[in-house]
């Protein structure tokens, strides 16, 4: 082997790690520095553990093989969600590492030609979860997310992808063809409208917008060629309610085999299952909520093992490529952790927000689930464990009052996404709807004053302060 080989494949246990590793060695380090690193490398994890380190030495040669990667699932009791957030479907991986590594490779090498014959074939067509050879397939660091995430959403399995619109986009592409029909509420998060209503029409996909409250409608509105039915609940950015199950019964006794689809992205498998409820498949922009930090994009889908994996093979691998990278799938397992704990302060947050702009001069209108005013209130109550984090709120303003408003925000951020611990707000008919016409934001009950808070965790004391001074603020001239 030559030395420059040497560095890309005889220091296995380097590149395990970190596969950059491989071009500052290989490329940028002067020889000397490089050898003393690698010596270092190799050296370190012997400390204390010499018996450890020399195994894995002896072993690295055949650590990257797919076969290697041991992954088990845990025996383990039934866990309360706070506990599953972090125990649930535990992986393992060799050395017993307690958060999940970044697996940052894309390919995965066989044994032999054998191996490949032998194995071959269920890795490729996606039989297996557990063996890996190309990261568009899989990825041990994306596999145990999405064991994780089955388990809090009831589901078989998952599929990670790239971000909330390449999960719904690939469930689109998996599960459609030429012909047929989608039936969707009007209210829908603006990306997924015009994947709806302006791209899959121009592949012949025939689609309709209705409001699923008014269940006569929705039945009548149900097609022979019908093939997914596409919700969400609470809604973006209205927080209409819409009953989940009546929903899925009313679809699947006009057909069973009906695809009801559901976006619980604004409630997480901490407040709401829905395919507990009926639905057969549910996505999530894990952006929000579940990465909760403002820091990850991500998305996924859940369902029947079947679903799942014409999801993966059908839609990720060979239509949308939307393949989650291993690091966003560490940050969307660490935000896991800690999805209960932020999700019970934004729920108390939001509530005292929504009690105190109710009773604020300056407010017309007050959108909130957990407020026993708001229409849905009693639908939410029965299928979610608490309200959720958003609150939206029209403002008795005219444009340059609400200009202030906002500019005189000095804590709550104007930024489009939410589900971050950090409080943001936004304007739905400009920002996050911005592509709805002035028709279908009227169908959608977005208002011209109207806005959306994101409510984070911060002290409440602080936020209530911040936005009655921008309120007075926007009145003061
Ligand atoms: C309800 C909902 N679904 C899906 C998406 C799309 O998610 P992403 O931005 O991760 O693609 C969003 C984004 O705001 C959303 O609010």
């Not at 609470?234 to 927080?239: A, F, Q």
């Not at 489009?416 to 971050?420: A, D, E, R």
């Given at each position: 082997m030559k030395f420059s080989s040497k560095f890309i494949n005889g220091t296995m246990l380097v590149s395990q790690y970190c596969s950059k590793s491989r071009l500052i060695c290989h490329k940028i380090l002067p020889l000397p520095l490089a050898a003393f690193l690698l010596i270092f490398v190799l050296i370190?994890?012997?400390?204390?553990?010499p018996n450890k380190a020399s195994n894995i030495l002896c072993d690295r040669g055949s650590m990257l093989k797919q076969k290697e990667i041991k992954i088990k699932e845990k025996e383990e009791p039934k866990l309360k969600i706070r506990s599953e957030v972090i125990h649930g479907a535990q992986m393992e991986d060799k050395y017993d590492s307690i958060t999940m590594p970044?697996?940052?490779?894309t390919i995965f090498g066989f044994k032999s030609v054998e191996e490949l014959f032998e194995h071959g074939a269920d890795v490729l067509s996606g039989k297996r979860d557990d063996e890996f050879f190309y990261m568009r397939v899989g990825n041990p660091t994306n596999t145990a997310l999405e064991r994780r995430l089955a388990k809090l959403e009831s589901a078989e399995s998952c599929v990670v992808t790239a971000s909330g619109m390449g999960a719904i986009a690939t469930v689109m592409w998996t599960f459609l063809k030429q012909g047929d029909h989608v039936l969707a509420d009007t209210t829908l998060y603006s990306g997924t409208r015009t994947l709806l209503g302006e791209l899959l029409t121009k592949f012949g996909v025939e689609v309709d917008f209705v409001d699923f409250n008014d269940l006569g409608l929705l039945r009548k509105s149900l097609k022979p060629n019908t093939v997914i039915v596409f919700f969400e609940s609470?809604?973006?950015?209205?927080?209409k309610i819409n009953d989940i199950a009546q929903i899925a019964q009313i679809v699947h006794s006009y057909k069973k085999d009906i695809r009801v689809v559901f976006d619980n992205t604004f409630a997480t498998p901490y407040l709401q299952n829905p395919l507990l409820l009926g639905a057969d498949i549910v996505v999530h922009s894990i952006t929000k909520y579940i990465g909760g930090h403002s820091d990850v994009m991500a998305g996924c889908a859940l369902g029947s093992k079947e679903d799942t994996q014409k999801i993966r093979?059908?839609?990720?691998?060979?239509?949308?490529?939307?393949v989650m990278s291993p690091d966003n799938a560490y940050l969307a397992l660490r935000g896991l952790c800690t999805l209960p704990i932020r999700m019970d302060q934004q729920c108390k947050n939001a509530m005292k927000i929504a009690q105190y702009l109710e009773k604020s001069p300056y407010i017309s209108k007050v959108y909130y689930?957990?407020?026993?005013?708001?229409?849905?209130h009693k639908t939410a109550k029965k299928q979610m464990r608490d309200f959720g984090g958003i609150v939206s709120f029209e403002v008795r303003m005219d444009p340059e009052q609400m200009k202030r408003f906002v500019n005189g925000l000095k804590l709550i951020r104007l930024a489009?996404?939410?589900?971050?611990v950090e409080t943001v707000i936004e304007h739905p008919a400009f920002m996050s709807h911005f592509n709805y016409t002035p028709e279908q934001l009227a169908e959608s009950g977005i208002a011209p004053n109207q806005f959306r808070l994101s409510v984070g965790i911060e002290d409440i004391r602080d936020l209530i302060d911040d936005l009655e001074e921008a309120f007075k603020n926007s009145v003061s001239r």
């Open positions: 370190a994890p012997m400390e204390g553990s970044v697996y940052r490779t609470p809604y973006n950015p209205t927080l093979f059908t839609g990720v691998e060979n239509a949308t490529g939307a689930p957990g407020l026993e005013s708001f229409p849905g489009g996404s939410l589900g971050g």
